[in-house]
């Protein structure tokens, strides 16, 4: 199983930036894909999670109406889009494979996840 992030990089606030998760090993519609990032100095924290085979999503309060993700069955892929970026989104953003399906909002998190990709480094200057 491998997880890649992509699509980091440096964009001003108020601008927009999509990641891509390449994953291996397994298939997007069988198991939650996450995203998850860490800022600086601070701890890691679930960013979206798929909550149903439909993909209705779980967003942490501080995305909601600004980033959506999304997953690409035929290229196996999950992306997160980002909208209206603040400075503070600048974070390392990870994707990560979750042991199940689907996962409830609650476990939308660092510990709830199996396997990680390296992260994409996303800064928003002001």
């Known amino acids: 199983v491998q997880l890649q992030a992509s699509g980091g990089g440096l964009v001003q606030a108020g601008g927009s930036l999509r990641l891509s998760c390449s994953v291996s090993?397994?298939?997007?519609?069988?198991?939650?894909v996450a995203w998850l990032r860490q800022a600086p100095g601070k701890a890691r924290e679930g960013v979206s999670c798929f909550t149903d085979g439909d993909d209705t999503a779980y967003y942490t309060d501080s995305v909601k109406g600004r980033f959506t993700i999304s997953r690409d069955r035929d290229k196996n892929m999950v992306h997160l889009q980002m909208n209206s970026l603040k400075p503070e989104d600048t974070a390392v953003y990870y994707c990560a494979r979750a042991p199940w399906p689907v996962i409830s909002g609650a476990l939308c998190k660092s510990g709830a996840m199996e396997y990680w990709g390296k992260g994409t480094l996303v800064t928003v200057s002001s």
């Open positions: 090993g397994f298939t997007v519609g069988a198991y939650a």
